[in-house]
């Protein structure tokens, strides 16, 4: 199950590991297009987990029936993941292949939370 605080170790384990994947395109090609690609994915590939995390919040775990709410956040996201991805590849903002990668990070960091989670008892810490 996801929970919140699932969520916040993803969050902040992602944006580690964006910064510095960032960080050291720039130091290694000198070409600001790598960062703002990893950055800008970054930021892509974290928009489904942000949402879930706002409908959670929401709706108390699914608790409560808002399905106006959802579906209002969930088109929201998909505008602007679409928009932001064809505005910055097709005007040479960003670099596509390192948006790509920075779509990748919080999807990597889930898969090695995820299984980490499943590798250890419940009265043991995670990560």
Do not use: C
Request: net charge positive.
């Amino acid at each position: 199950m996801i929970t919140q605080a699932f969520l916040i170790r993803m969050y902040v384990t992602s944006a580690s590991v964006a910064a510095v994947m960032a960080i050291a395109g720039w130091f290694a090609w000198h070409e600001t297009t790598l960062p703002a690609g990893v950055a800008l994915g970054f930021l892509v590939g974290l928009a489904p987990f942000v949402s879930w995390h706002l409908i959670l919040s929401m709706t108390d775990g699914f608790q409560k029936s808002r399905r106006g709410w959802i579906v209002l956040i969930t088109l929201t996201k998909y505008a602007a993941v679409a928009t932001l991805t064809y505005l910055s590849t097709t005007r040479g903002w960003v670099h596509p292949y390192a948006l790509i990668a920075g779509i990748l990070i919080p999807m990597v960091m889930l898969w090695i939370l995820g299984a980490a989670r499943m590798f250890v008892t419940p009265n043991q810490k995670v990560l």
